[in-house]
């Protein structure tokens, strides 16, 4: 078998376990922030600035993600461009 192919193959099953395993945190993230503010709604006690701090937390998150995602991205586009087969 061809070293590239291997390469290839390990590569390809390193994107889907990295793209599955980003997947899984986004739903647990996602469902946290939405505890997280049914909590905040039922306790009126909660300060308005306490709200707004946590608001702030979800949206630097959310951006370290997405911002974190691309980067990874732009690595593994960078990879399938290496791992192609180059035209004869």
Not at 10 to 24: G, I
Not at 29 to 53: H, L, S, V, Y
Not at 66 to 74: C, G, P, R
Request: glycine content about 4%; cysteine-free; hydrophobic content about 40%.
């Amino acid at each position: 078998m061809d070293p590239k192919q291997i390469s290839k193959q390990m590569f390809d099953f390193n994107k889907m376990a990295f793209e599955k395993s980003l997947a899984a945190m986004v739903v647990m993230q996602d469902q946290a922030e939405k505890m997280f503010n049914m909590w905040m709604e039922q306790n009126k006690w909660f300060p308005e600035e306490g709200k707004k701090a946590m608001e702030e937390w979800v949206k630097t998150y959310r951006k370290g993600r997405e911002d974190f995602k691309a980067k990874v991205e732009d690595g593994y586009k960078k990879m399938e461009e290496y791992l192609a087969p180059k035209e004869k």
